[in-house]
T-cell receptor, first 112, second 112 residues
Framework: NAGVTQTPKFQVLKTGQSMTLQCAQD?????MSWYRQDPGMGLRLIHY???????DQGEVPNGYNVSRSTTEDFPLRLLSAAPSQTSVYFC???????????FGPGTRLTVT | AQSVSQHNHHVILSEAASLELGCNYS??????LFWYVQYPGQHLQLLLK??????LVKGIKGFEAEFIKSKFSFNLRKPSVQWSDTAEYFC??????????FGTGTRLQVFP
């Protein structure tokens, strides 16, 4: 699993519900990121973090929040789920620039 | 802002055919370039990378890519594909920001 654990593997939400996708790494790497993968659109960066306490927005941050209180964990929060957030979500880690990424197994989210 | 274009969305080849997948990026400064592969049902893994030096880089499973700065390109090649190369291939670029931006991907199908 490239040292990245994602939970849950599958999730179904109703519109308006909130939830947190969990991501944890056991390599003590500084850099972590969240992507969503949609057919025909590749992977799009949602949020990333270069270290504990530091986060920044990626290409598609709207509707998602992140925090990085520890090096190990980088949860992704959906505040009010929408059908447009139906996707496969990948978390990744990297130890230093230029950030060769190691991806987790993904979370498949369906919002109805 | 940096961006990546992959012009081939779907490529179908017979085993032993040669492969070239196009990747063009848009960024005026120093870049770090990557090709990732996603086999069916699996998460992304690194195929090869270019940071600096020799513009012809070799990766796993017989893949190689050439960085041509004047053309802003980083095309992926393999002289003879196998059925097991059936996968989706993603080009990615990181410039001076800490954002790794992916292309939309190329789906490769190899028939025996």
């Amino acid at each position: 699993n490239a040292g990245v654990t994602q939970t849950p593997k599958f999730q179904v939400l109703k519109t308006g519900q909130s939830m947190t996708l969990q991501c944890a790494q056991d390599m003590n790497h500084e850099y972590m990121s969240w992507y969503r993968q949609d057919p025909g659109m590749g992977l799009r960066l949602i949020h990333y973090s270069v270290g504990a306490g530091i986060t920044d927005q990626g290409e598609v941050p709207n509707g998602y929040n992140v925090s990085r209180s520890t090096t190990e964990d980088f949860p992704l929060r959906l505040l009010s789920a929408a059908p447009s957030q139906t996707s496969v979500y990948f978390c990744a880690r990297s130890d230093r620039r230029p950030y060769e990424q190691y991806f987790g197994p993904g979370t498949r989210l369906t919002v109805t | 802002a940096q961006s990546v274009s992959q012009h081939n969305h779907h490529v179908i080849l017979s085993e032993a055919a040669s492969l070239e997948l196009g990747c063009n990026y848009s960024y005026g400064g120093t870049v770090n370039l990557f090709w990732y592969v996603q086999y069916p049902g699996q998460h992304l893994q690194l195929l090869l990378k270019y940071f600096s030096g020799d513009p012809l880089v070799k990766g796993i499973k017989g893949f190689e890519a050439e960085f041509i700065k004047s053309k802003f390109s980083f095309n992926l090649r393999k002289p003879s594909v196998q059925w097991s190369d059936t996968a989706e291939y993603f080009c990615a670029v990181m410039g001076n920001t800490d954002k790794l931006i992916f292309g939309t991907g190329t789906r490769l199908q190899v028939f025996p």
